[in-house]
């Protein structure tokens, strides 16, 4: 069965509110839509745990740079749409963005320190619009549990920090990455490939197995675990590294040893399709 569809944030609070009267456990899953198997892994966490699962559809512009790839996102709600009726997620939030970001709207939201760098050092601003936009997202939803993904695990560690700083009641669980048979993490920008970049994109998994390989074999120097990574891009036709870092598992700064929980995180583009994954690393 497709689930029901609320365009307006009157519409979602409304069909929210009937749940939770039914003592419903509410679960939230925010996405921009092009929903593949990694989005279906976080809505299935949800229909386990919680009696009401919420998926929004919504792409947010305010987390998109002037020369990134806005226009051409997929948009495809009717594939979405079935998607989620196919793991039993209850209901779709599909707001316009004059919903989102009304006239005279002025806020935001920045996390400091976890967004200064990886990603946020190539996309400035970016992580200031998820963060926005998630705040928003919770406010509206007034989940129990949001579920995100470890493949954009930068962006999980961040929302779980504005959720504690904000104090926000809700419980952020992260999902393990969902991956192509060849290892390739799932992702709405891996249809943008050609043939022979979709082949070479499997480098990040594979740098990054090897990472952690190394690192189980005794490996603790993180400067030579980057420069293994980059190497292996550099190696890879086609591929251009936009970063590969070995970084604390909790503050996301820059480590010199692999001395406690760390992640190795991966950046590389094909053309100018940008990939990201990343592995735990565990001394």
Do not use: W
């Not at 700083?165 to 799932?186: C, K, N, S």
């Not at 070479?200 to 675990?225: N, Y």
């Not at 890879?236 to 604390?248: E, M, N, S």
Request: glycine fraction near 8%; aromatic fraction near 6%.
């Amino acid at each position: 069965m497709l689930p029901p569809i609320a365009g307006t944030i009157q519409e979602l609070r409304a069909a929210v509110a009937e749940a939770r009267r039914a003592g419903k456990k509410i679960g939230f899953v925010p996405t921009m839509g092009a929903l593949h198997a990694g989005h279906a892994s976080l809505l299935r966490a949800s229909g386990v745990r919680c009696g009401f699962t919420v998926v929004s559809i919504f792409v947010n512009p305010t987390q998109f740079g002037p020369d990134e790839d806005l226009a051409r996102y997929p948009r495809t709600l009717d594939s979405d749409r079935e998607i989620c009726g196919a793991v039993g997620a209850d209901l779709l939030f599909v707001p316009t963005a004059s919903e989102m970001y009304p006239h005279g709207f002025a806020t935001s939201i920045d996390v400091r320190g976890l967004g200064d760098h990886l990603c946020g050092r190539s996309r400035p601003g970016h992580f200031a619009g998820v963060a926005t936009i998630v705040a928003k997202l919770f406010n509206i939803v007034l989940p129990d549990v949001a579920f995100f993904g470890q493949k954009d695990a930068q962006q999980a560690r961040i929302i779980g920090q504005m959720a504690d700083d904000l104090d926000f009641p809700i419980e952020i669980e992260v999902i393990p990455t969902v991956r192509e048979a060849d290892g390739l993490a799932m992702s709405s920008r891996n249809r943008y490939l050609d043939p022979a970049q979709r082949r070479h994109a499997i480098v990040l998994q594979r740098s990054l197995e090897a990472v952690g390989l190394m690192v189980a074999s005794g490996e603790r120097d993180a400067h030579a675990l980057e420069k293994f990574l980059a190497e292996e891009v550099a190696s890879t036709p086609g591929a251009k590294l936009d970063y590969a870092r070995i970084v604390d598992g909790l503050t996301l700064q820059p480590i010199g040893s692999i001395d406690r929980p760390s992640l190795a995180a991966l950046a590389v583009f094909f053309g100018t399709t940008r990939l990201i994954d990343n592995a735990v690393l565990t001394p």
